[in-house]
């Protein structure tokens, strides 16, 4: 069965260092989505992307974040200068379309840690 | 704002047994979706089930079941024949305007032998 994966599985970072993490959405989903998870916390919707255009993002998706889909396959989330509280796992997912029945298949996660 | 509630941070049921997890949401809308999701200790994000809004059939797959009260805002997931790979996170979300989810703050079900 198609999976979305994730790279890398953890990442260790500097503070103010930019990071990003990699996802490759199932290949005919057209919808995709980053959510993060601080660890003990409810998972958090930060972008959904559509198009290639950010079709919605949360108050958490501030200037220092962005995503791109730069070569049809990939889906990257940046994160220019990251901070302490960046730390958490990041969930990338996509849906084949946008009716909110269709399922998110998420990925496995980036562990992000920021020092 | 919408907000999805879950109410209990942590339970725990002998294997074998029934088991309901709690959840409540807000919204506006007549027309939604919600889900229930299963985090093992691996960290995934798995779909456990859906519900369709205005179907008034309670859903189920195999062992998982839900209970939807429209009116009440509620939907409670019931596992039953509980097994110790059921041990995980366990999320309600409910389906945003743009595709997104929205998450409750999870339950900490373990399964003991």
């Known amino acids: 069965e198609p999976e979305v994966t994730q790279t890398p599985s953890h990442q260790v970072t500097q503070m103010g260092q930019e990071v990003i993490l990699r996802c490759v959405p199932i290949s005919n989903h057209l919808y995709f989505y980053w959510y993060r998870q601080i660890l003990g916390q409810k998972v958090e919707f930060l972008v959904s992307?559509?198009?290639?255009?950010?079709?919605?993002k949360s108050e958490i998706f501030d200037d220092q974040f962005s995503v791109e889909r730069p070569d049809g396959s990939n889906f990257t989330l940046k994160i220019r200068s990251t901070k302490l509280e960046d730390s958490a796992m990041y969930f990338c997912a996509s849906r084949i379309e946008s009716v909110n029945n269709s399922p998110l298949h998420f990925g496995n996660g980036t562990r992000l840690t920021v020092t | 704002a919408q907000t999805v509630t879950q109410s209990q941070p942590e339970m725990s049921v002998q294997e074998a047994e029934t088991v309901t997890l709690s959840c409540t949401y807000d919204t506006s809308e007549n027309n939604y979706y919600l889900f229930w999701y299963k985090q093992p200790p691996s960290r995934q994000m798995i779909l456990v089930i859906r519900?369709?809004?205005?179907?008034?059939q309670n859903a189920t797959e195999n062992r998982f079941s839900v209970n939807f009260q429209k009116a009440a805002k509620s939907f409670s997931l019931k596992i039953s024949d509980s097994q110790l790979g059921d041990t995980a996170m366990y999320f309600c979300?409910?389906?945003?305007?743009?595709?997104?989810?929205?998450f409750g703050k999870g339950t900490k079900l373990s399964v003991k032998p």
């Open positions: 992307f559509y198009n290639n255009e950010i079709s919605e």
């Open positions: 519900q369709e809004a205005y179907k008034q």
């Open positions: 979300a409910k389906g945003g305007s743009q595709g997104n989810l929205i």
